[in-house]
């Protein structure tokens, strides 16, 4: 089975601190993606990767970046954690599209709230 | 862009019952993917079922199956025999089959199994 680790389950930060999210991933995908989840939202994609020091922006990217140095391992970074970042924070990964459409695993979610 | 749309943001079904859950889509293109997947409290969100676009059979999963209308852009997902099991979140997804394997999300619909 697929295994997608989220480092935390629940976070509380600070305003304006930088903030670390970690996701690890064990079945040597390559694509890796951080979504943000909020009621009556739905998931919204912050950014994606297909390899290792490659990302893409998704719909919501602004206020966040992402870190790709290795490929089992994608880290969301909050530069300076505001309020309206407080959310359900969902790691996925995926092989390509050669894989015949392979669909996206996810890991179980960090909950982080911004004080 | 692509867009999902779920009108129901919440569904209730008595236990043993059949209940279908609503999904529209927006898209241009030909060749994509339809998932449904399934969020218990948990968190852990679990693939449920998965259509491709350019079958024209409707996806079956033991108890779970779709409803796909290409013409339409209507997904929608069955449940028959409703188990206590099935209370979750449920969200309805796109991908395209080609580029970028972002998943496009739905709002949701929370589903409640009344015993």
């Known amino acids: 089975d697929v295994k997608v680790t989220q480092s935390s389950r629940y976070l509380v930060k600070r305003t304006g601190e930088k903030v670390f999210l970690e996701c690890v991933q064990d079945?040597?995908?390559?694509?890796m993606f951080w979504y943000r989840q909020d009621p009556g939202l739905g998931l919204r994609l912050i950014y994606f990767s297909y390899d290792v020091k490659m990302k893409e922006k998704g719909d919501i990217p602004e206020g966040y970046s992402v870190s790709r140095e290795k490929k089992e391992r994608f880290s969301l970074i909050l530069e300076s954690a505001s309020t309206n970042q407080t959310s359900m924070y969902l790691c996925a990964s995926s092989p390509p599209l050669g894989g015949g459409g392979g669909p996206q695993h996810f890991g179980d979610g960090t909950r982080l709230s911004i004080l | 862009a692509q867009t999902v749309t779920q009108s129901q943001p919440e569904m209730s079904v008595q236990e043993a019952e059949t209940v279908t859950l609503s999904c529209t889509y927006d898209t241009s293109e030909s060749d994509y993917y339809l998932f449904w997947y399934k969020q218990p409290p948990s968190r852990q969100m679990i693939l449920v079922i998965r259509?491709?676009?350019?079958?024209?059979q409707n996806a079956t999963e033991n108890r779970f199956s779709v409803n796909f209308q290409k013409a339409a852009k209507s997904f929608s997902l069955k449940i028959s025999d409703s188990q206590l099991g099935d209370a979750a979140m449920y969200f309805c997804?796109?991908?395209?089959?080609?580029?970028?394997?972002?998943?496009?999300f739905g709002q949701g619909t929370r589903l409640t199994i009344n015993p």
């Open positions: 259509q491709e676009a350019y079958k024209q």
């Open positions: 079945m040597d995908h390559e694509n």
């Open positions: 997804a796109y991908r395209s089959a080609m580029g970028a394997q972002k998943l496009v």
